[in-house]
């Protein structure tokens, strides 16, 4: 099993930057893909970006391409969510998960979830 602790979440002006971060127990945490989802109020809980287990892999939604980034360190057990330029619109709670798949890309996909952690963007 592999638990997580998502941090780093809070408010940020639009135009800024914030970085997530998302630890993980476990020995096993290099055999994991790990994605980071977001649900903002009366919304469906969404893709943001996903990383294979080497880090030589990353996926990411449309909405956040080219803005945001995700990598991991496997000595550490951590994956990281670099949010530059964040809008209104990316204002959520964010999730990271891992999942022993190659990576996903959908909620149902994961296998293992943290708790979430809020980021509010200002305009």
């Known amino acids: 099993q592999v638990q997580l602790v998502a941090s780093g979440g809070g408010l940020v002006q639009a135009g800024g930057s914030l970085r997530l971060s998302c630890a993980a127990s476990?020995?096993?945490?290099?055999?994991?893909?790990m994605g980071w989802f977001r649900q903002a109020p009366g919304k469906e809980r969404e893709f943001v970006a996903a990383?294979?287990?080497?880090?030589?892999?990353?996926y990411y939604a449309d909405s956040v391409k080219s803005r945001f980034t995700i990598s991991r360190d496997n000595a550490k057990n951590t994956v990281a969510l670099q949010m530059n330029s964040p809008k209104p619109g990316d204002t959520a709670v964010y999730y990271c998960?891992?999942?022993?798949?190659?990576?996903?890309?959908?909620?149902?996909?994961?296998?293992?979830w943290g708790q979430g952690t809020q980021v509010t963007v200002s305009s």
């Open positions: 476990g020995r096993t945490f290099s055999t994991y893909a």
């Open positions: 990383i294979n287990w080497s880090g030589g892999y990353t």
């Open positions: 998960a891992a999942t022993r798949k190659q990576y996903g890309l959908g909620v149902s996909q994961y296998d293992y």
